[in-house]
Each structure stands twice: as structure tokens, then as C-alpha cells.
T-cell receptor
Framework: SQTIHQWPATLVQPVGSPLSLECTVE??????LYWYRQAAGRGLQLLFY??????ISSEVPQNLSASRPQDRQFILSSKKLLLSDSGFYLC?????????????FGNGTRLTVT | AQSVTQLDSQVPVFEEAPVELRCNYS??????LFWYVQYPNQGLQLLLK??????LVKGINGFEAEFNKSQTSFHLRKPSVHISDTAEYFC????????????FGAGTQVVVTP
């Protein structure tokens, strides 16, 4: 079965500091991978998705970037965090790679920027 | 573009009572519809999905949803809730011709009390 690992689980960072959140997937190869952000009291916003190594698509302009250095690794980064970057970040995998395949989510990273 | 509206941000309900969570969507193309549940500080889990066929879809934990194309709705129901159903519920939609980029609603917080 497939497992999505996200770390760290929680993170408190000062404004202006860098960020690196990591997501790895086990039990599958060549997955479609996604980064979502959930802000307090709001739904989930798709930030980035990737269909393969080095292939990243950004959904919204922002202070964040993503990279996929390996098939099952997806990293979310920032050079300088803003207060508005606070939120719950979720990595997701789409095992079936078809439109009707549900997403599987990791347990998320709660980021607080102070 | 697609959009999803969850009409209730919070739904209080007594244990063993029925619950209905409302979801309306808009799209100019065919879509797939999903309901996810999120327990505190966890990722999302798939409850059920509508792809095609019967408009009444049954999911896990006794939940079901009915797709109504004319009203562009996909309401979620459970005839008798448990304390353990306390969670946030998200409706999501994706185009049938475009994988993975789910559009989520803002979520409905269900609070079950004895």
C-alpha cells in the first residue's frame, strides 16, 4: 500500500527565514504529486503539482517554490517567509494518475510564521 | 473554471441524529465529485466519490451522497451520526478531462454532541 510521509509535523519560523518542507511517497512509482495549503477557516488551495522529476506547475503566484529532485520526493521551499505563509501544508499523491483517481494525503505540516 | 460552495461552515448535531452537508458546484464541463473528511491535525481521507452511473453514492462510515445534475449539487448525508463523526468535511470537484487538480470547498465543520 502507498504511504505519504511529511515532515516536520509542526514548524514555527520567524518572518524572513527560509523554509523547506519535505514529502516522500512509498509504495508507488512515478506518482502525480501535489502541494496544497489550508489556511485557517478556509478550504484547500492547490499550490503546485508535479507529473515527474523536475516537472513543476504552479497554480498561484506566491512566495513559495517547489522541486521534485527524485521520483518520490516533493519539496516545498521559500527563501523568505511571510506572515501570510502560515497554514497547514498538505502533500498529496494521485495513485491512479487518471482524473477519477482520488488523492491520498499525508498528515500535513502546520507552519506558523511569527 | 470550476468552483465549489459549501453552504454551511459549521453544523452542530446531536448524536444519533441525521446530518446533511450541502455542496453546490459550478462548471462548464463534466466533472467528478468527491467528499473528503479531515480529523484534527490530520490529512484528508476520501469518504466517497461520484464518477458516473447511479446518482446515489455510498461511502465509508455510513455516509452517502446524491449527485443532482440539474441543481449542480452533491449533498452528503448520514442517517445517524456518532461522536466520532466530529470532523471537517470537504466537497471537491475536478474536470473529467484534467487529472488531479481538485477544487475544494471551504469545508463544513461537523460537531456531534451527546
Amino acid at each position: 500500500s502507498q504511504t505519504i510521509h511529511q515532515w516536520p509535523a509542526t514548524l514555527v519560523q520567524p518572518v524572513g527565514s527560509p523554509l523547506s518542507l519535505e514529502c516522500t511517497v512509498e509504495g508507488t512509482s512515478n506518482p502525480n504529486l501535489y502541494w496544497y495549503r489550508q489556511a485557517a477557516g478556509r478550504g484547500l488551495q492547490l499550490l503546485f503539482y508535479s507529473v515527474g522529476i523536475g516537472q513543476i506547475s504552479s497554480e498561484v503566484p506566491q512566495n513559495l517554490s517547489a522541486s521534485r529532485p527524485q521520483d518520490r520526493q516533493f519539496i516545498l521551499s521559500s527563501k523568505k517567509l511571510l506572515l501570510s505563509d502560515s497554514g497547514f501544508y498538505l502533500c498529496a499523491n494521485q495513485p491512479g494518475q487518471t482524473p477519477n483517481s482520488p488523492l491520498h494525503f499525508g498528515n500535513g505540516t502546520r507552519l506558523t510564521v511569527t | 473554471a470550476q468552483s465549489v460552495t459549501q453552504l454551511d461552515s459549521q453544523v452542530p448535531v446531536f448524536e444519533e441524529a441525521p446530518v446533511e452537508l450541502r455542496c453546490n458546484y459550478s462548471s462548464s464541463v463534466s466533472v467528478y465529485l468527491f467528499w473528503y473528511v479531515q480529523y484534527p491535525n490530520q490529512g484528508l481521507q476520501l469518504l466517497l466519490k461520484y464518477l458516473s452511473g447511479s446518482t446515489l453514492v455510498k461511502g465509508i462510515n455510513g455516509f452517502e451522497a446524491e449527485f443532482n445534475k440539474s441543481q449542480t449539487s452533491f449533498h452528503l448525508r448520514k442517517p445517524s451520526v456518532h461522536i466520532s463523526d466530529t470532523a471537517e468535511y470537504f466537497c471537491a470537484v475536478t474536470r473529467t478531462d484534467s487529472w488531479g487538480k481538485l477544487q475544494f470547498g471551504a469545508g463544513t465543520q461537523v460537531v456531534v454532541t451527546p
